[in-house]
């Protein structure tokens, strides 16, 4: 069911709420008033209700708590936690293990340093993943096939690499599938990973999560 029919954004719908810009929704986070009056991230926004977005950027949700934005927009007496931001970065993170772990199941996500450096050189790897502890001499192996496939096959831009998550932090989400390195692969899911990484970083802001490269796009 559409989304329109499903909840009541009001009149300026998907307006972030603190920089007051229209954008894609790919871009934002859509926030509902819970039945105990808190602020929920709707990340799948499928929460009935009225609802209200924020940029997907960690300083505007923090912004947005500390102006009590999230009140004036939902229309009701609902309270921001302070820990809102941190919140949302776990959901983000779950949601990205998650899609790792249905890639996983579909093919489209290998593991393993000689695997990945498999799939970057022949050219089917979407964006490769470390570890943020990953040992450098790991890292700098598969940067080295990320290059050596960007000049073979003449591309413009290098394979993505990202680092999000430490060991320690993939061990709690992905259990036994966690990984010092690893690769999304064409497909759905793969490029589920991708999306959902790119939402990540885009979220913490820094840029932290990007080790090099820019994201190739995935073919539709």
């Not at 490769?128 to 001499?137: G, I």
């Not at 690769?183 to 990484?197: I, P």
Request: glycine letters at 10%; hydrophobic letters at 45%.
């Amino acid at each position: 069911m559409p989304e329109s029919r499903k909840n009541d954004d009001g009149e300026n719908g998907r307006m972030c709420i603190v920089t007051r810009e229209s954008g894609d929704p790919d871009a934002l986070i859509r926030f509902v008033a819970g039945p105990d009056g808190s602020v929920v991230a709707d990340l799948k926004r499928q929460l009935p209700g009225r609802g209200c977005w924020v940029k997907a950027e960690r300083a505007l949700i923090e912004k947005a708590v500390a102006k009590k934005l999230f009140a004036r927009a939902l229309k009701a007496e609902v309270k921001a936690s302070p820990d809102l931001g941190a919140e949302v970065d776990r959901l983000l993170m779950g949601q990205l293990a998650g899609m790792m772990n249905l890639a996983r199941k579909a093919g489209q996500f290998v593991t393993g340093g000689a695997n990945v450096d498999k799939a970057v050189r022949s050219g089917a790897a979407l964006a490769v993943f470390h570890a943020t502890d990953a040992a450098a001499d790991g890292v700098r192996k598969i940067d080295q096939a990320r290059r050596a496939y960007m000049f073979a096959a003449d591309e413009e831009s290098e394979i993505a690499s990202y680092r999000l998550l430490s060991q320690a932090e993939m061990e709690g989400l992905l259990g036994q599938n966690a990984f010092i390195h690893a690769c999304a692969l064409a497909g759905q899911a793969g490029e589920g990973v991708v999306k959902r990484a790119i939402m990540l970083e885009m979220y913490r802001g820094d840029g932290s999560g990007r080790a090099q490269g820019d994201a190739r796009q995935p073919q539709r």
